[in-house]
């Protein structure tokens, strides 16, 4: 049973560009999150997709973009990028209606130089 | 003041003690609590998950809620080398988790 999967590992990119990643849930699960991690931090909540659509934001701004597709795998897409966005950036999966937890995937290591 | 308050660490303790990990949390509605866990260059892995006050144990893991206080905690007995890792106390607010900046554990043998 594949949990959830990430891609690519890692990633560097400069200021300016822009970036997409990429996240497959764990089998039977409908509900896509993004997470960024900052070192030492705890990781923040970005949003959360479900049936294709964007159902929570935190507080990020629009440069963050996502997507959901038919088959629950999902992206997140960032905008002109800062040196600020290097970070790990994480996706969870759940199934919505049963009220269990988020599991989450080892993470896109993003470096902006 | 911030939603969830963990104690930063790092802690680091000998093989065979036992660890207490903690956290405090602001809004009396949180009704989900999570421990995770974290090695390096790896993501989260859920330790426990419960939504009661009260102690939910497993194996040498007891994770304890104590909502009148609004503090969770984690117990870890017979904590072993390979229990080195961040540990996240995590709240589920709505359809996300609102995590703390987690405590950094080293067992040494």
């Known amino acids: 049973d594949a949990g959830v999967t990430q891609s690519p590992t890692h990633l560097i990119k400069t200021r300016g560009q822009q970036v997409t990643l990429r996240c497959s849930p764990k089998s039977g699960h409908d509900t896509v999150s993004w997470y960024q991690q900052a070192l030492g931090q705890g990781p923040q909540f970005i949003f959360q997709y479900y049936e294709e659509e964007e159902r929570q934001r935190g507080n990020f701004p629009d440069r963050f973009s996502g997507h959901q597709f038919p088959n629950y795998s999902s992206e997140l897409n960032v905008n002109a990028l800062l040196l600020g966005d290097s970070a790990l950036y994480l996706c969870?999966?759940?199934?919505?209606?049963?009220?269990?937890?988020?599991?989450f995937g080892d993470g896109t290591r993003l470096s902006i130089l | 003041q911030k939603e969830v308050e963990q104690d930063p660490g790092p802690l680091s303790v000998p093989e065979g003690a036992i660890v207490s990990l903690n956290c405090t949390y602001s809004n009396s509605a949180f009704q989900y609590f999570m421990w995770y866990r974290q090695y390096s260059r790896k993501g989260p892995e859920l330790l426990m998950y419960t939504y009661s006050s009260g102690n939910k144990e497993d194996g040498r893991f007891t994770a304890q809620v104590d909502k009148s206080s609004k503090y969770i905690s984690l117990f870890i007995r017979d904590s072993q080398p390979s229990d080195s890792a961040t540990y996240l106390c995590a709240i589920e607010v709505g359809d996300k988790l609102i995590f703390g900046t987690g405590t950094r554990l080293q067992v040494f043998p």
């Open positions: 969870a999966s759940s199934y919505r209606n049963k009220n269990q937890p988020q599991h």
